[in-house]
Structure formats: structure tokens, C-alpha cells
């Protein structure tokens, strides 16, 4: 069974916080643009806007915000130069973390994702430090709604998953960067509500640290994610579940 990052969870409750601050709002147009300006602006045509979109819309973001984001691609602005970066370290007591980044200026951008580690007891590694722990899937998080695990797995390794996950409230099913899409909407059509869906970078195996480390770790993260530039945060840290609330 695939390496599950229960952080997704803190993602989706601190989602909501950045939604009232309009940070998140940054973030999913910058996305948006730049998966239209790659591969068109009709969603049905491309896997990537698709999926920013719906990534938008689960943190409520105003269809207008995500139209202009998407003429954006073509008319005013579309001189922006934003190219994905991704940068890798390790944080305390040596969680691995990867962030992933959409920026303008890689000058402005890497000195503020190293203090965020220096800041908070990590450290900033080179290309490849951690990469090899994680492994680069489709993640579908659905609410089980009172369904049957076992019927999930069946209906998710039909639509398309490689492996399933049984979460609490939740399901989730990893997919393959290929059949991610084709299994979100079979999945749909199945009759799954959706709560998230992403292509994720998953870490293999997931590792416990001492209490007297979490507080650090949680400032690492959210100070990483409160960055315009960021995107996305990962790690292979298990967060004991009481962590989470």
C-alpha cells in the first residue's frame, strides 16, 4: 500500500484560513494561468487546467476569479513569465519535505524558501535530496459517505486506481499520473462525492518524530505555505492524528 501523507488534512483546514486571507485565491489563479497558457483554456482539452480548476472550486474560489485567471493565459499579463520550480530539504528531526513552487523570479523565490528552513531548525538540500522517498500519483480523497470500503476499492481499481486507502471518513485512491483524470471522473460517475483530487508527490513511508519536534515542524510548513510562490507542501512526516484536530 502506497505511503499516505495524512498532511493533506492540516492542507485542506489551513485551505480554508488562506481562503479568508484571498492567499489561496493567489495561488489557484497563478495555477490556472499557467496550466491554460501550457495546454489551451478549454478544460475538456486539458488534463491540467481541469484539474486547477477543480482544485479551485473545492476552496470556493468565484468562477469569475477563475475565468479571469484563464483569459489571463492569453490577453493582459500573459507576458508573465511563471515557470514551476521545485526545491527539496529536509525539516526538523529529519522529515523530508518538498515544495512546490510557481514563480516569476527564482532570485526572490529561493532565498525566502531557504530562511523558512534555516528558520525553523531545517535545512534546504539539493535536487534530489528527497525526491527518491516520494513517488508522483494521482490522489483522489472521497467521502465514504456510509459506503462500503470494499465496495470502494472495487469501483476505484475499476475506474482506473492503482492502490486504495481507508482514512477515517474517508477513502482515498492512487492513480497513476496517465489514468488520474479518466479515474476522477469515473469515480464521479460511480457516484463519489469528491473532496480532493490532486496529482501529489506521496511519500513512500511515512515517519514518526518526538512531540518536542511537531511545533516546529507545523512553522515550518505553515510558513512555507503562506508564501505567495508556494503551491504546494509535502512531506513524509506521520502527524499523530490528535495533531491534526
Known amino acids: 500500500m502506497s505511503g499516505h501523507n495524512k498532511w493533506s488534512k492540516i492542507k485542506n483546514k489551513k485551505g480554508n484560513e488562506d481562503a479568508r486571507r484571498g492567499k489561496i485565491f493567489t495561488k489557484h489563479a ?3 494561468t499557467v496550466a491554460a497558457r501550457q495546454g489551451g483554456d478549454n478544460p475538456d482539452y486539458n488534463p491540467a487546467l481541469k484539474t486547477a480548476i477543480d482544485k479551485a472550486k473545492a476552496d470556493n474560489m468565484p ?3 477563475i475565468e479571469r485567471a484563464i483569459k489571463k493565459a492569453t490577453g493582459e499579463g500573459a507576458n508573465d513569465n511563471y515557470e514551476r520550480v521545485i526545491y527539496e ?7 523530508a519535505v518538498i515544495v512546490d513552487c510557481l514563480t516569476d523570479n527564482k532570485q526572490r523565490t529561493a532565498p525566502d524558501v531557504r530562511h523558512a528552513f534555516d528558520k525553523n531548525g531545517g535545512n534546504l538540500g539539493t535536487d534530489g535530496s528527497v525526491m527518491f522517498m516520494f513517488d508522483h500519483k494521482g490522489e483522489i480523497v472521497v ?3 456510509g459506503k462500503d470500503f470494499d465496495q470502494f476499492m472495487m469501483d476505484a481499481l475499476e475506474a482506473g486506481a492503482d492502490d486504495v486507502i481507508e482514512e477515517n471518513e474517508y477513502y482515498e485512491a492512487i492513480t497513476s499520473i496517465e489514468a488520474f483524470n479518466d479515474a476522477v471522473d469515473n469515480l464521479k460517475a460511480a457516484g463519489y462525492s469528491i473532496e480532493r483530487s490532486d496529482i501529489s508527490y506521496i511519500a513512500q513511508n511515512e515517519i ?3 512531540s518536542e519536534h511537531h511545533d516546529s ?3 515550518l510548513i505553515d510558513t512555507l505555505e503562506d508564501n505567495d510562490d508556494v503551491q504546494e507542501v509535502y ?5 499523530p492524528s490528535e495533531e491534526l484536530e
Do not use: S
Not at 530539504?89 to 522529515?95: E, L, M
Not at 512531506?235 to 502527524?239: D, F, G, K, L, V
Open 143 to 145: 467521502d465514504n459517505d
Open 89 to 95: 530539504g529536509y525539516g526538523p528531526a529529519g522529515v
Open 30 to 32: 497563478r495555477n490556472i
Open 63 to 65: 468562477n469569475d476569479n
Open 208 to 210: 514518526e518524530v518526538d
Open 217 to 219: 515542524l507545523f512553522k
Open 235 to 239: 512531506t513524509n512526516w506521520a502527524a
